[in-house]
Nanobody, 122 residues
């Protein structure tokens, strides 16, 4: 059984900062990438940031220069540092893990967390 659990959401004022973390636990056979997506009301889920097992990163255009993704491979944990937050960053943030467990190997699949709410408002 694998689990993906996010933490760190909340309410922050515009211009403020917030950090999210996500821990993947259970019997992962491999993890290729970890990342963050977000979904605002009435909008599609979109990529925020992702990091591969090799350390390559990819960011959504709207967060480049403001958000930073990092990863602790030993702990199967990914972090998202969000700075200069804007009201339009308000969304539910979901952690995504691309990998395989003992049942799915060698095929990889996405594992999703439950999501954590980030609200940017004065």
């Amino acid at each position: 059984q694998v689990q993906v659990v996010e933490s760190g959401g909340g309410l922050v004022q515009p211009g403020g900062s917030l950090g999210l973390s996500c821990a993947a636990s259970g019997t992962f056979f491999s993890i290729n990438a970890m990342g963050w997506y977000r979904q605002a009301p009435g909008k599609q889920r979109e990529l925020v940031a992702a990091i591969t097992s090799g350390g390559s990163t990819n960011y959504g255009d709207s967060v480049k220069g403001r958000f930073t993704i990092s990863r602790d491979r030993a702990k199967n944990t990914v972090y998202l540092q969000m700075n200069s937050l804007k009201p339009e960053d308000t969304a539910v943030y979901y952690c995504n893990v691309e990998g395989s467990d003992l049942a799915s190997y060698p095929s990889t699949k996405p594992y999703w967390g439950q999501g954590t709410q980030v609200t940017v408002s004065s």
